[in-house]
């Protein structure tokens, strides 16, 4: 090679690859670079994280369903409530997203493979024992962590948490920390080199540009938490005092950190489902996206914006009064590029031919529930108001309706559009549509009541409470059963779907003669490196 | 009915549910007796949030809603060819950002009442520790833990709040004050409770084990029972 070239990418449209023979049983799996199978496992582990973190719902749902209840031991709540959180954030809803980018990606840009095959599959295998970390802390004597998913020190000192649980969490967070972040310089690298000839970045599928935007964020984010968690550790464990008030520490600096990127966060659990949101849309109503432009520049800026909000989680620390302005302000402005996004969600089905598959539905309950979480999203950047509610369950519905509404609802729109690709088979249609209506239903009875528990008073993260909000909470636990049977229905559809489903056409939506993304183009499921010849653009 | 309305009335169904539910929850529940003037303003905030959001909510779902409805797959109806236009977005980009801008002023109005602390009647100070709260009435050299708060009703009050081991959260809805106790500094409230009363509130930032015991009672009294309770308070002690 010489000085100064960059190597070309194997997976280029010159150069099909003659394979030795393929592997196949449990060595298939194990030994993979394949960016299917690897993404084909991101979603199983992230689905197996999903149903232990869901178990941990339902039986805080039980604990909550009337007050004084004894479902469990105080310390053992906390435990599963602080596992809740860290596995639906750190392990459901990121690799689910990493997974089914990992899988569509590729295809959609006329790639052969990600352009680091190995370090995506270093990416994911690191997933698999940080998870097990903190699985496992949980059958320890003293336990796993149980200060929440935010671990807020001093409660996480070895003074308040004297077992190794704090310590296993935090070796969990860095393994899926630099996972994560190995996983956004592939995208980045991806997305950016192995488009086919002709696609230039605006002619991307607007999936493929929320993914790089989310990717992004998790490259400069990422650092920041694993810097904050080895603070934590060596104060834990060599006699640091980052977070020791008194030896001249600050327990508020770790908010500062955590947040910084937590924020953003978000944005990486809800911008790949926005994706796939206006993936499905237009593919359900027959029409383009609309304002693809829009969209992208709406994407970037709540991706920038995203950096200068993390205050706004931490208004009632004592912050000074010009910063919290800011984060405020800030804050609000960040419903405006949501807005965009909305508006043209809404003027892309407007006119349209619209077809009431499951993966539609799903998309349309995304918005109606992703509307909402908004509205609410608003009301908590007012400081005043904030105050109020912080740390109480409105913020328990609020976070719910972005991230339960917003990011499992486009995830399982994503699901059932992408299974027929993935799996080669035809899901259940009447169940799919089941499980949505009961999704939407249980997800509304669950969540709704708990603005209302919030505005109350009733404070997030306690193992019982005061009678005075029993009423909403019996509706709330209601509501998570109706939630749990519709993820068994899902759980079973997909199953016997995957087992004696009907074969998928390449495209099971085609429909009118739209122009679709290239995933559709190539047979269900793609064969290895996806495309026989790389499609060219024009 | 054919099966096809009959999911467009599942999802009428659905989507009122959702919208009542956000309008009648919040709207009945919210803060049932302010018992503070900050309270009070946060109160008013809220609905001036809720006024200009509410346009937002009902226009976005009212879309949805109407789009769901009229623009059904139909045999022989191909769907639209547009998917721009530079003067709506403009509009849509527009118009929120002035929304927030005008809310944004109520909201920093409210919050510069909260943090400007008046002179102050009484002062107090309220201590985390895990499982209580001690306080403290520096002026009359009163120290206790673990039972009620006594204040004044129609006197300012002024608190520095601090923890002595993890952090904590005082926190009492009716007040509209929440301030966290963080170790190793001193954050500062006020308010003005009107009415005398007993007022319900708990800690509201995780402290570990028994932070769902962690209960706050705030006994408000005449000025006359406060000064009698007082001046109890510094021989029994």
């Known amino acids: ?538 | 009915m054919n099966p096809r309305s009959r999911w467009t009335m599942l999802l009428i169904f659905g989507l009122g549910i959702t919208a009542a539910a956000v309008l009648a929850g919040p709207a009945g529940a919210w803060l049932i007796h302010p018992a503070t003037s900050i309270a009070r303003d946060v109160r008013s905030l809220f609905y001036k949030a809720v006024a200009i959001t509410a346009f937002f909510f009902i226009l976005a779902e009212g879309i949805l809603l109407v789009a769901v409805l009229k623009f059904r797959a139909k045999p022989g109806v191909p769907p639209a060819k547009w998917h721009e236009n530079l003067r709506l977005e403009i509009l849509w980009t527009a118009i929120p950002a002035l929304a927030m801008v005008i809310l944004s002023g109520p909201s920093f109005t409210t919050e510069r009442y909260m943090e400007r602390i008046p002179k102050s009647d009484v002062q107090i100070e309220v201590v985390g520790h895990q499982w209580f709260w001690e306080y403290r009435y520096p002026k009359y050299g009163v120290i206790f833990a673990n039972e009620p708060l006594v204040l004044p009703a129609g006197k300012i009050v002024s608190a520095n709040v601090t923890s002595i081991d993890v952090v904590h959260s005082w926190f009492v809805p009716e007040f509209g004050i929440k301030m966290d106790a963080n170790p190793g500094r001193i954050n500062h409230v006020w308010f003005n409770v009107d009415k005398t009363g007993t007022y319900e509130g708990q800690c509201a930032e995780l402290c570990g084990v028994l932070h769902a015991q962690m209960l706050i009672t705030v006994n408000v009294v005449t000025p006359e029972e406060f000064e009698r309770w007082i001046e109890q308070k510094k021989k029994g002690a």
Not at chain 1, 377 to 396: K, M
């Open chain 1, 1 to 538: 090679m010489e000085a100064g070239t960059i190597a070309r990418p194997l997976s280029s449209h010159e150069t099909a690859v003659p394979h030795a023979k393929p592997r196949t049983g449990i060595l298939k799996w194990l030994l993979t670079t394949d960016h299917k199978l690897i993404g084909v496992m991101y979603i199983w582990l992230a689905f197996f994280f999903f149903s232990v973190a869901g178990i941990f719902a339902m039986i805080m749902r039980a604990q909550l369903s009337a007050p004084g209840l004894h479902v469990v031991r105080p310390e053992v709540y906390n435990q599963i409530m602080s596992l809740h959180g860290t596995f639906m954030v750190f392990f459901f809803t990121i690799p689910i997203m990493a997974g089914i980018a990992n899988y569509v990606v590729p295809i959609q840009i006329g790639a052969r493979d990600m352009a680091f095959p190995r370090v995506n599959a270093v990416s994911f295998w690191m997933l698999v024992p940080a998870g097990l970390f903190m699985l496992v802390s949980l059958f320890l004597k003293s336990g796993s962590a149980a200060a929440g998913w935010t671990s807020y020190p001093p409660l996480t000192d070895r003074q308040f948490s004297p077992g190794p649980g704090v310590d296993l969490w935090i070796l969990g967070l860095h393994l899926a920390g630099a996972s994560s972040i190995l996983g956004g310089i592939n995208f980045v690298v991806t997305i950016l080199n192995l488009r086919s000839p002709g696609m230039s970045m605006l002619k991307m599928p607007m999936f493929c540009w929320n993914v790089i935007i989310t990717q992004t964020i998790i490259l400069f984010a990422t650092p920041v938490l694993a810097g904050a968690l080895t603070m934590l550790l060596t104060d834990r464990m060599f006699g640091t005092s980052f977070f020791h008030a008194q030896a001249g520490g600050d327990p508020v600096l770790w908010q500062h950190l955590f947040w910084f990127y937590s924020h953003p966060a978000v944005y990486i659990m809800v911008l790949p489902g926005m994706g796939m949101v206006s993936q499905i849309l237009p593919a359900f109503s027959g029409k383009h996206l609309f304002g693809y432009k829009g969209m992208v520049l709406a994407t970037a800026g709540i991706g920038f914006i995203g950096y200068m909000v993390w205050g706004h989680h931490m208004f009632a620390t004592g912050m000074s009064p010009g910063l919290r302005q800011f984060f405020s302000f800030a804050s609000m402005v960040i419903a405006v590029p949501t807005g965009i996004k909305i508006w043209s969600w809404l003027a892309t089905i407007w006119g349209g031919s619209i077809r009431f598959k499951t993966p539609m539905l799903f998309a349309l309950g995304f918005i109606s529930l992703f509307i909402i979480g908004g509205i609410t999203g608003v009301w908590l950047a007012l400081v005043p108001f904030d105050v109020q509610v912080h740390d109480t369950y409105f913020v328990v519905a609020h976070l719910h309706y972005v991230l339960f509404g917003g990011s499992l609802m486009s995830i399982m729109a994503g699901m059932y559009y992408w299974f027929p690709k993935i799996s080669g088979k035809l899901y259940n249609e009447f169940w799919g549509k089941v499980h949505f209506w009961l999704t939407f239903i249980g997800m509304n009875l669950t969540f709704m009541p708990m603005h209302a528990m919030g505005m109350l008073g009733m404070p997030r993260r306690i193992y019982t409470y005061r009678p005075e909000f029993a009423v909403w909470n019996h509706v709330s636990s209601l509501g998570a059963a109706i939630l749990g049977i519709g993820m068994l229905i899902f759980v079973l559809n997909m199953l016997l779907s995957l087992w004696r489903g009907k074969p998928s056409p390449p495209d099971p939506w085609a429909h009118l003669d739209q122009n679709r993304t290239l995933e559709w183009t190539t047979t269900s499921p793609p064969p290895a490196e996806n495309f026989h010849t790389i499609p060219v653009m024009r």
